[in-house]
């Protein structure tokens, strides 16, 4: 799930710039929202990860 998250957060940074406390932030709800998910697969993952913070 490390993984996912990262590519999250590199892609969400590529789409919105953020300061480090709010990268801080993104990271912890997303990693938040993806413990939460039944799916296991990295890269269903990412996308999920990322649809949610660009919902938020």
């Known amino acids: ?3 996912a ?3 999250v957060m ?3 940074g ?3 710039n953020l300061t480090k406390e709010q990268e801080l932030a993104a990271r912890e ?3 938040k929202f ?3 998910t039944k799916i ?3 890269n269903k993952l990412a996308v999920e990860g ?3 913070l660009r919902a938020k």
């Open 1 to 3: 799930m490390q993984s």
């Open 5 to 7: 998250i990262e590519r």
């Open 10 to 12: 590199q892609t969400y």
């Open 14 to 16: 590529m789409l919105v």
């Open 29 to 31: 709800k997303v990693s």
């Open 34 to 36: 993806l413990a939460e």
């Open 40 to 42: 296991d697969d990295e």
């Open 50 to 52: 990322l649809k949610y």
